[in-house]
């Protein structure tokens, strides 16, 4: 594969990572390594430190939905992929900004700017570092 062909992988793999969030939950399985690590730095988000496999994070996916009505996650801004061939799958770092909103209780939109970070073995998504602008937080790219 050349750097073209990583490029495409990259950003192919940040898109299903962005569907999964927006509950194509089958995806777990297909982009996720049998065991990860999620480091999410805002708060509320401890429950992730104890997610280790596709099904948890399926099964966590489900809940955000579940609690907050609209959720959609966006891709946004470019994508950095830093991806190279090893033993003939990708491996290394994709990271792109994205948009979560959704509707509160009271009706509000709620729109927060974030980036994850994927780092990937094997071509699988290995761990995850995940920065928002939080619950205060401001959007960028709308």
């Known amino acids: ?18 569907a999964l969030w927006n509950g194509d939950l089958g995806l777990a399985g297909e982009i996720m390594a049998p065991g990860f690590t999620l480091r999410y730095a805002q708060a509320g988000t401890e429950a992730f430190d104890e997610i280790r496999t596709p099904q948890q994070l399926a099964g966590i996916v489900a809940a955000w939905h579940a609690s907050r009505t609209g959720l959609v996650f966006a891709a946004e801004g470019t994508a950095v992929v830093d991806l190279a061939p090893d033993g003939g799958a990708p491996a290394g770092l994709v990271a792109r900004p994205y948009l979560a909103s959704f509707v509160t209780a009271e009706g509000e939109k709620v ?16 761990e995850v570092w995940s920065v928002s602008s939080g619950a205060a937080g401001r959007t960028f790219y709308r």
């Open 1 to 18: 594969m050349g750097d073209h062909d990583m490029r495409v992988y990259g950003t192919g793999l940040f898109d299903r990572w962005t």
């Open 111 to 126: 729109a927060r700017s974030g980036v994850d970070i994927l780092r990937v073995a094997d071509g699988l998504i290995v």
